[in-house]
């Protein structure tokens, strides 16, 4: 049910223009993909309870119906719950304004705002069937999932995640290195060892480090008008 869920809403927004196939596809790919069904909780019984869900599912960053917007004036009246430091429960805004306020909630592409520390980082959730004492309090989502690799012998036969060998050249690393960049070549959909130009896939041959090599390279980039982007030329003289 739920790949099927999953698979409904991506067919409904690429129908109607709100993704592209090729992303549609790229969703489809992930092995965790977000989706889930509360089996518990939410009952579908009538049309008002579907369209309940998908305005959930598809809900704008702000509530429309806090917002009024005056044509004639070119401005926006925000409603809110009163607030006592404020000292009001609507706010006035020029259009403009209001477009410029709401926009600096968007990120920029290819920033990542929520990150994972401890138990739920990527490296060690990753290794939580080797950790009896967080497997036992894992999620029961999770126990489901990793039911076969979880073992019930003797504590001292796990192998812990601390004795692990994450040194540069160890084959543990070179592992975490590789599976980090397929993830990140998802995530953003760009690769950058591929060549923009003829889609070639590029190698690292060398990283130079001293900055009398640098400048010099790029002395020869801006003569040759081809600075690299985003670059001031007359950060050299």
């Given at each position: 049910m739920?790949?099927?869920?999953r698979r409904s809403v991506l067919r409904f927004f690429t129908e109607k223009k709100l993704l592209t196939e090729q992303f549609s596809r790229n969703l489809l790919s992930w092995k965790h993909s977000g989706f889930s069904i509360d089996n518990n909780s939410v009952r579908i019984l009538d049309g008002r309870s579907r369209e309940n869900l998908a305005q959930y599912l598809a809900r704008p960053p702000i509530s429309l119906k806090k917002i009024h917007y005056e044509g004639f004036k070119g401005r926006v009246?925000?409603?809110t719950h009163y607030s006592a430091?404020?000292?009001e429960n609507v706010h006035m805004f020029k259009a403009c304004d209001f477009l410029a306020e709401l926009t600096q909630h968007i990120p920029p592409k290819g920033v990542q705002l929520?990150?994972?520390?401890g138990l739920y980082s990527?490296?060690?959730?990753g290794a939580w069937q080797s950790m009896p004492h967080v497997a036992e309090r894992a999620p029961t989502g999770w126990k489901i999932q990793h039911e076969s690799q979880m073992v019930t012998s003797n504590p001292e036969d796990f192998e812990t995640f601390e004795n692990t060998d994450f040194s540069d050249d160890s084959p543990d690393t070179r592992a975490y290195k590789k599976t980090w960049a397929r993830l990140l070549?998802?995530?953003y959909e760009i690769d950058p060892m591929v060549c923009p130009k003829c889609g070639s896939e590029m190698k690292v041959i060398a990283i130079i480090q001293q900055p009398a090599e640098i400048d010099r390279i790029l002395r020869h980039l801006?003569?040759?008008g081809r600075p690299p982007p985003g670059f001031d030329p007359a950060s050299l003289n």
């Open positions: 739920t790949e099927y869920f009246l925000f409603h430091y404020f000292k929520i990150r994972r520390y990527s490296r060690i959730k070549s998802k995530v801006v003569k040759q």
